[in-house]
């Protein structure tokens, strides 16, 4: 576990959800300042998978607006994605049946994802890097969960790490089968989120703390539960997204066409959120 430089007072986990996932939480989160409760005001910073895009966007003084359409790199990494389907399958075949193994079902997963055929690793960290909009880390503390492609253990990202800030996004965000493992210091490296959704326990310490869970329809809230138990913050809120905000969504989360419709559902469900959240994240 990565422990923070000191307690966090306002510790801020964004959760992963592909890339609708990605536009809402962009949504909310300029929402969210629009009415007075601004998440980069946060201390600590915990970005997995869609959540480290959001995370390092805010965590380096950048407008959430930015993101209210997908941003589109120059040159050949404008291309989309390669996306390997038989290995895809392959990977949610393997996570499906992982209970029993999560260490060796992860460890096969990073097997399929290096023999998989998604394009050159430059093209993702272009990609995110056109979508952080910058490369070098924040003053404040921002932790990347990724996964190790041939152990399957997690790793936690962070400035100390070597790497620039986009290479750092993309080796969170490098879903198997979908984008390419990245190498960071020698290592090959996957998404944050085969160890789990939010990786909230990153935060533990926090006085105040604040989830945004765009995944939580999918999963037992018992998921969240334990990783909020070992946060242990003294005031623990999340947000999830609404029915509205699901019914933007649609059923595949990487589905582009459904980028903005999330986006503008983040920000309408911002009104609620904010009255949600504003007593634990304003007060001194």
Do not use: K
Request: glycine share 10%; charged share 20%.
């Amino acid at each position: 576990m990565h422990a923070p430089e000191r307690a966090p007072d306002r510790a801020l986990v964004l959760g992963a959800g592909g890339l609708v996932g990605t536009a809402w939480t962009a949504g909310l989160a300029r929402g969210l300042r629009d009415r007075g409760v601004d998440l980069a005001e946060a201390d600590l910073f915990v970005g997995t998978s869609a959540g480290a895009i959001v995370a390092a966007l805010l965590a380096t003084g950048q407008d959430p607006a930015r993101l209210a359409t997908p941003a589109r790199p120059a040159g050949s990494a404008a291309t989309p994605p390669r996306v390997d389907g038989r290995r895809l399958g392959e990977v949610f075949a393997e996570l499906g049946n992982a209970a029993a193994d999560p260490d060796g079902a992860r460890r096969r997963v990073g097997r399929i994802a290096l023999a998989a055929d998604t394009g050159p690793e430059q093209a993702h960290v272009t990609r995110m890097h056109a979508m952080v909009g910058a490369d070098t880390w924040p003053d404040r503390p921002l932790l990347v969960p990724a996964t190790d492609a041939e152990t399957g253990e997690q790793v936690v990202l962070d400035r100390t790490s070597g790497a620039p800030l986009a290479s750092a996004v993309a080796a969170g965000t490098a879903f198997p089968g979908l984008y390419p493992p990245i190498t960071v210091d020698g290592r090959r490296y996957l998404d944050g989120a085969l160890h789990s959704t939010t990786n909230a326990r990153l935060a533990a310490g926090a006085r105040t703390l604040v989830v945004v869970d765009p995944q939580a329809h999918l999963f037992p809230r018992t998921l969240l539960d334990r990783e909020l138990a070992v946060a242990a913050a003294h005031t623990a809120v999340t947000v999830e997204p609404d029915p509205a905000s699901l019914r933007a969504f649609g059923p595949d989360l990487n589905d582009r066409t459904a980028w903005e419709p999330a986006y503008h559902a983040g920000l309408h469900q911002a009104a609620d959120a904010a009255e949600q959240l504003r007593a634990a994240w304003c007060e001194p």
